[in-house]
């Protein structure tokens, strides 16, 4: 198996330089100031297609011969792979059909049909990504179009390296050592790249990877020495999503990559809303990773220079809601219940009295009156200001209703009843 290098990765930017943008790097005084650190940021949600998936796409369209793009390209993408393909296709002038699971966010396929115009062919196939993918692969033989896989190609890891190779390239114009670089990891292109570059000009710098909890695709394969397929994976994080990485990138990861972290989607969401309310950034789930990763890593970065890698800003506006609540629940402070309710007049204010603080709310109240019973259930959403209020919340809600529910404990009854 063949490794990218270092002069891959710089033969990769001088085909992309006047292509692509040489996106800031940029020192961030909240972040510095909040973990005691020195955190820069490489903002690639900056690049043209708002993810650093451009470099890659660019790069290896761009590599392959005329007669391979005689009959057009196939990629499958949950959405910033994509754009990058539509975006080069139509620079070029080269067909594309792309594939993009039923479950990607309609910003992202909007997006697509902008950058892509009358060069690109959208087929929305599968739920997640590994579907979309074997349907790619299938229609690319079935035409005999040319391939351009979103991560494990050696043209697409030295693209995505380009990155790297801007980033250090500046932090050295600033005469500042990077003690660690962190990275998403959805298939392995990203951290392919920017590790191979990053090791090679600076070897101390440790490379950290980036995975949301819910598709640990890395953590797996690095586990058994190959790529695994995870039986289930949470797509909410959609452009970290992927089932299995792929060989090449486990090869890289297994040579550069110092650990692999895990986030939860719900500290990812709150990432999300700090970025936007804080810096006015705008991060795509997977985009934030690498900087929701800093609060698992806050006591060992204190005093230490950090980059992290924005790596796209891509976020539909109307998942803002979703984002919210998963960030209100992994924090704590939004709590759902079902309550049993005395079915007579009263019962609501005598709840509300005797029940919630001085700062709970009731955020979602679904009340089913059953004949012929002295009680009825109530879905219940309750909002407190703290989560120190929570457990004297629940030690009233015990005396209230001592066989209340949960919802948080009860995966399957949160999504059927909330």
Do not use: W
């Amino acid at each position: 198996m063949t490794i990218i290098t270092k002069q891959a990765v710089e033969q990769a930017y001088e085909v992309l330089k006047t292509a692509v943008s040489h996106t800031p790097l940029q020192y961030d005084r909240y972040l510095s100031e909040k973990y005691q650190a020195n955190i820069y940021l490489k903002r690639e949600d900056l690049q043209k297609v708002r993810s650093f998936k451009l470099r890659g796409a660019y790069y290896a369209i761009k590599n392959r011969s005329k007669e391979e793009l005689a009959n057009g390209v196939v990629c499958a993408s949950a959405g910033n792979h994509a754009q990058g393909v539509a975006y080069t296709c139509n620079e070029i002038k080269v067909q594309a059909v792309i594939f993009m699971p039923t479950t990607t966010p309609a910003q992202k396929i909007s997006q697509v049909s902008f950058f892509g115009g009358d060069y690109v062919n959208i087929q929305l196939v599968g739920d997640t990504f590994d579907a979309s993918a074997k349907a790619a692969k299938d229609y690319a033989k079935a035409y005999q179009m040319a391939f351009i896989d979103p991560f494990d190609d050696e043209d697409i890891i030295a693209g995505q390296g380009t990155l790297a190779l801007e980033m250090m390239h500046d932090l050295a114009q600033k005469q500042v050592q990077a003690d660690l670089v962190l990275a998403a990891i959805g298939g392995g292109g990203l951290i392919g790249g920017v590790s191979t570059y990053v090791k090679a000009v600076s070897p101390k710098t440790k490379v950290i990877g980036v995975e949301p909890t819910g598709a640990p695709s890395m953590q797996a394969a690095l586990a058994v020495g190959h790529p695994v397929r995870l039986p289930k994976i949470d797509k909410f994080v959609d452009g970290a999503a992927v089932q299995e990485v792929g060989q090449h990138t486990l090869e890289i990861a297994k040579l550069f990559v110092d650990q692999v972290l895990s986030v939860e989607e719900g500290l990812v969401c709150s990432t999300i809303l700090d970025l936007y309310s804080k810096q006015a950034i705008v991060a795509e789930p997977a985009g934030a990773l690498s900087v929701a990763a800093l609060e698992l890593m806050k006591d060992e970065i204190v005093g230490q220079t950090v980059i992290c890698v924005i790596s796209g800003g891509n976020n539909d506006i109307n998942r803002m809601a979703e984002i919210e609540e998963r960030s209100l629940i992994y924090q704590g402070l939004i709590n759902y219940f079902v309550v049993n309710f005395p079915q007579r007049p009263g019962a609501l204010k005598e709840f509300v009295t005797e029940v919630l603080g001085p700062n709970d709310d009731i955020t979602l109240f679904e009340y089913t009156k059953k004949v012929n019973r002295g009680t009825g259930p109530v879905v219940l959403g309750l909002l407190s200001k703290d989560k120190a209020d929570v457990p004297v919340l629940l030690e009233r809600m015990t005396q209230f209703d001592p066989n209340y529910i949960q919802l948080s404990e009860h995966p399957t009854l949160y999504s059927l009843l909330v």
